[in-house]
């Protein structure tokens, strides 16, 4: 095995480097990605002059978007979308004639998918909150009717692409959580969110619950971009103090919540700033907000 290179979110061109050289050997280099970073370094690419036309990727773990795509798609990097996650495996892989950014075939010799329709309602889920049921005798963890907190359009679509003549019918899109706790690629535990939100940081810096709130948007280039707002009426705070708790409290004592707070602590994709949190139509104030770009 080749000794991992570190390539991180503010210098993803060893990424490009590699898929420059994979290229010109006649390859074609194939990456994983979260959208957000396939951006970044497609950004990066094309600034550094390295042209990655021909490489492939494909993209999961937060809302995949026509800016995201149409970033990657300048640099010439090929993106293709795979919903999915860590307990169930592919749940549905991209469309090769699609009809919206994340149009995904449903693996169904894997899994199968229904939506909770008029009982939405009674289980205060959205009518179109996906549940999923394995099927395959190997399937890591045996799912009944398991929600993942994602909504989507499920559509029986005839697109032509090759997919569909496998046997893979349906089609999702419009994938998006209802639970909104995934962010510039980081997925948090909604109780550390909320622990951190709500108790941890009007104990350190004053207010209560509703004065501190994690905002989502979309930059013009696609990028993802995350701000901790913070009531004005809380007075003069140092703004890198309370995004160092923030973050060192996400940590925690697990590895893997480390690595997300590392994640969000590179590129400036979390920032603090002095403004009410938002609430919804609804008069709710949401831990976790997403805005339009
Ligand atoms: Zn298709």
Redesign the pocket.
């Known amino acids: 095995m080749p000794r991992p290179t570190l390539a991180t979110l503010d210098d993803p061109l060893p990424v490009a480097r590699w898929m420059r050289r994979t290229l010109d050997a006649g390859h074609v280099p194939f990456t994983l990605a979260i959208p957000s970073s396939a951006v970044r370094l497609a950004t990066a690419a094309t600034a550094a002059g390295i042209d990655i036309a021909g490489a492939r990727c494909l993209l999961g773990g937060e809302p995949i978007t026509r800016a995201r795509l149409d970033q990657t798609a300048r640099a010439g990097l090929d993106a293709l979308p795979r919903y999915g996650t860590s307990e169930c495996g592919p749940v549905g892989y991209g469309?090769?004639?699609p009809s919206a950014p994340d149009d995904v075939?449903v693996v169904r010799d894997l899994h199968a998918v229904i939506q909770a329709r008029s009982l939405g309602a009674e289980l205060s889920m959205p009518s179109g909150a996906l549940f999923v049921t394995s099927l395959h005798h190997a399937a890591p963890f045996l799912m009944l009717n398991f929600s993942m907190g994602d909504q989507a359009t499920l559509d029986p679509r005839d697109?032509g692409?090759p997919?569909?003549g496998l046997g893979w019918m349906d089609h999702l899109r419009d994938i998006r959580s209802f639970e909104k706790l995934t962010a510039a690629g980081v997925t948090f535990i909604d109780t550390d969110l909320v622990r951190v939100l709500e108790a941890v940081l009007p104990a350190r810096f004053g207010g209560g619950p509703t004065d501190y709130q994690l905002v989502e948007s979309e930059a013009p280039d696609g990028s993802a971009r995350l701000r901790l707002l913070v009531h004005p009426r809380l007075g003069p705070l140092d703004d890198q103090e309370v995004l160092s708790t923030f973050l060192d409290e996400l940590a925690g004592d697990r590895p893997i919540d480390g690595i997300m707070a590392a994640m969000l602590d590179q590129g400036g994709t979390l920032s603090v700033e002095r403004q009410p949190p938002r609430t919804t139509r609804s008069g709710k104030v949401m831990h976790l907000h997403a805005e339009a770009g």
Request: net charge positive.
């Open positions: 469309c090769l004639q075939h697109c692409c997919l569909r």
